[in-house]
């Protein structure tokens, strides 16, 4: 014998039905929607200062400052000064070391421990470092490296490197380093692994350095040095 509803309560029943379908959709659409991405972590330069200064025994990273010197201001010619350059430009440096973009044995070695968090921090707190002047010494070459600077070399479509780096040295975050006190010997470097494609993270610069002789090379790299 079929037992029989009462009017009252069959609208009440579909309304049951459709509200159990509906919320099973509503579960089956939430499990089967991508996760949120995880929120980035907040750089933090105070951390990345005491990684610079003191480096991560537990991890065997030694201390930043004993070759890229105080507040970023190396010492060592062949060691680049860092203090004041741009986060960005800096954190992008220590991604590519862990890349062939940037092969170099210690830093190579040294970038791959660190996090991406380490990168940030590290990049943030010298981008907030002051920068000590250098000083060009060769005055032989000084008006070769202000032309080459400011004018480029036109018979060899070298542009002026103001064009990129800014009149006084001091780059485009994000886009182009700060050059102003840099070391001679150690833009000297990098212009001559550009140019041997030793160093690959800027097609740009491989060509313009291709285009450069040594001296000329030598003449800019001093320039650099004394711009502030």
Request: proline content about 7%.
């Amino acid at each position: 014998m079929k037992r029989a509803f009462s009017p009252l309560l069959k609208p009440l029943l579909i309304a049951a039905i459709a509200f159990s379908a509906a919320s099973g959709y509503a579960q089956d659409k939430a499990s089967a929607a991508p996760a949120a991405p995880a929120a980035p972590a907040k750089v933090d330069p105070a951390k990345g200062g005491v990684l610079y200064v003191e480096g991560d025994a537990a991890r065997g990273l030694p201390a930043c400052v004993s070759c890229h010197g105080a507040n970023g201001n190396s010492t060592i010619a062949v060691n680049p000064k860092l203090s004041a350059q741009s986060q960005s430009y800096l954190y992008k440096q220590l991604v590519n070391f862990t890349t062939d973009a940037r092969n170099q044995p210690v830093m190579s070695l040294y970038a791959k421990m660190l996090t991406d968090a380490d990168k940030h921090n590290v990049a943030a707190w010298l981008a907030t470092q002051p920068a000590k002047p250098g000083a060009a010494k060769n005055r032989d070459s000084i008006d070769l490296g202000k032309k080459i600077y400011r004018g480029g070399i036109a018979e060899k479509n070298v542009p002026a490197c103001a064009s990129c780096h800014g009149a006084t040295g001091g780059g485009i975050p994000a886009l182009y380093p700060r050059l102003a006190g840099q070391h001679q010997d150690y833009t000297v470097a990098q212009l001559g692994l550009f140019k041997g494609h030793g160093r690959k993270n800027s097609p740009e610069m491989a060509t313009i350095a291709a285009r450069m002789s040594d001296d000329e090379m030598k003449a800019v790299a001093d320039y650099v040095a004394g711009l502030k």
